[in-house]
């Protein structure tokens, strides 16, 4: 706990080193905090001990630590606000927003990204959460075939799969209504293929076979996130971790699971990232969770701005899931 007085000095460097990436002077927010220079430094000094600032080097101003960037979020009175253009932008994207989800989320990416200048990751719905909405067989070969599945949120799936042997066009139609019966209104992980005739079995085993987990990751804005830094080796951690879309969805998933919108630098336990920050929110469909979205930027971040952006965008992105 710090008192008003130093809590506003914290506040006030975490801010300015926001906006100027500079680090920061006594003199510099003398002023703001209504207090003199000899105790503004002598503040500083003392949050320094206190782990919320350091001092890159003898002569120069503070810069947050990771302790004060988390107390100056967790002290936000709330995200930010778009700009009304910002704004604008959103509505439009939404409502002009069709096609294909995979497209859509891809999109959405580079929305985020147009808007924040960081990184933005979109993971769409798991096979878990939705439902089959209509499924059918279409032959095409004699032993070839292809279900086209239909989910609940609008995407179309297609999986390819070998007959045993020559199939007429009356059997791949029996097969298809039954195909329908087993699988309309259940998630793809929940089907079983018992009672089924051997094509069907046939499709419900591709169906599980071809089904993943996480239908769509998209990861968009290395390039915009690596100005961010100087260092190369810091750009090159950053992107390599960005490459990996499994890492990145697990550390996404874990934060949501705990809770946690904002992980700042080390607190994510993944040294690659240790200079950026992580702020995600969930995509939600009729109050249940349906994918998500987050950007990844540089510790020194508008934290407000970017919380704004991200649960704006998640907002929207569920009610337009939810039209599907």
Do not use: W
Not at 80 to 106: P, Y
Not at 113 to 127: D, Y
Not at 170 to 178: F, L, M, R
């Amino acid at each position: 706990m710090i008192d008003d007085r130093r809590a506003a000095i914290l506040q006030a460097v975490v801010q300015q080193y926001i906006e100027t990436s500079q680090p920061v002077s006594s003199s510099t927010i003398a002023g703001g905090v209504q207090a003199s220079s000899a105790t503004v430094r002598s503040e500083m000094a003392a949050l320094e001990r206190e782990g919320y600032l350091q001092q890159p080097h003898t002569s120069a101003g503070r810069v947050p630590t990771d302790m004060g960037y988390r107390f100056f979020v967790d002290h936000l009175d709330g995200p930010g606000r778009l700009g009304r253009t910002q704004q604008q932008n959103v509505r439009e994207f939404f409502a002009k927003a069709s096609g294909e989800i995979e497209q859509m989320l891809h999109e959405t990416g580079r929305l985020l990204t147009n808007l924040t200048g960081a990184a933005a990751v979109v993971v769409g719905p798991t096979h878990e959460t939705t439902t089959v909405r209509s499924a059918q067989i279409v032959s095409l070969s004699q032993r070839n075939a292809l279900v086209v599945v239909v989910l609940s949120d609008g995407s179309v799936e297609k999986f390819l799969f070998d007959l045993t042997s020559d199939a007429s066009e009356t059997a791949i139609a029996d097969a298809s209504q039954q195909l329908s019966l087993h699988c309309n209104g259940r998630s793809l992980g929940s089907i079983e293929s018992t009672h089924a005739d051997a094509i069907t079995t046939l499709a419900l085993q591709a169906m599980q076979t071809g089904a993943t987990t996480e239908r769509g990751v998209y990861v968009g804005g290395a390039s915009q996130l690596a100005s961010a830094f100087e260092a190369v080796d810091t750009v090159r951690n950053v992107i390599s971790i960005l490459e990996q879309q499994y890492v990145v969805v697990t550390l996404i998933r874990d934060l949501l699971d705990r809770g946690v919108t904002v992980s700042i630098g080390g607190e994510h336990n993944l040294q690659p990232l240790a200079h950026c920050s992580l702020v995600v929110a969930p995509t939600l469909v009729d109050g249940e969770p349906q994918g998500s979205v987050a950007i990844l930027g540089p510790t020194r971040m508008d934290y407000g701005q970017a919380m704004a952006a991200v649960s704006v965008v998640s907002k929207q992105l569920g009610e337009r899931l939810g039209d599907n």
